[in-house]
């Protein structure tokens, strides 16, 4: 069974950092794409992030480009969001999002609906 657990959410004021991890399990790691997407109250679910393991590439939305950056650490099977000089406008639920090649596409990276796993969330609440 696949599992996502995302953790590493809080509360930080603007112009911080914060580090969410995404543990996986269940399922073969190397093969597979996991994006970062997030949710605001009364907003849609976009996607933030994502990287492909497999092919070694990633994929950021425009408005987090310079500031958030994806990694991963095969030997734990957790991929990570490194979150920096972050803004109000960050604030949202984070879920990570996993799904297997070949659904690792780089035009689908950040599409919500080519994934088929999915962690629980975890807070991000950014204050000015």
């Known amino acids: 069974q696949v599992q996502l657990v995302e953790s590493g959410g809080g509360s930080v004021q603007a112009g911080g950092s914060l580090r969410l991890s995404c543990a996986a399990s269940?399922?073969?790691?190397?093969?597979?794409?996991i994006g970062w997407f997030r949710q605001a109250p009364g907003k849609e679910r976009e996607g933030v992030a994502a990287?492909?393991?497999?092919?070694?590439?990633?994929r950021y939305v425009d408005s987090v480009k310079g500031r958030f950056t994806i990694s991963q650490d095969g030997a734990k099977s957790t991929v990570y969001l490194q979150m920096n000089s972050l803004k109000p406008e960050d604030t949202a639920m984070y879920y990570c999002?996993?799904?297997?090649?070949?659904?690792?596409?780089?035009?689908?990276?950040?599409?919500?609906?080519?994934?088929?796993?999915w962690g629980q969330g975890t807070q991000v609440t950014v204050s000015s």
């Open positions: 999002a996993a799904n297997q090649a070949p659904a690792c596409a780089y035009s689908f990276l950040l599409t919500r609906g080519n994934y088929k796993y």
């Open positions: 269940g399922y073969t790691y190397s093969s597979n794409c």
């Open positions: 990287i492909y393991i497999g092919g070694a590439f990633t």
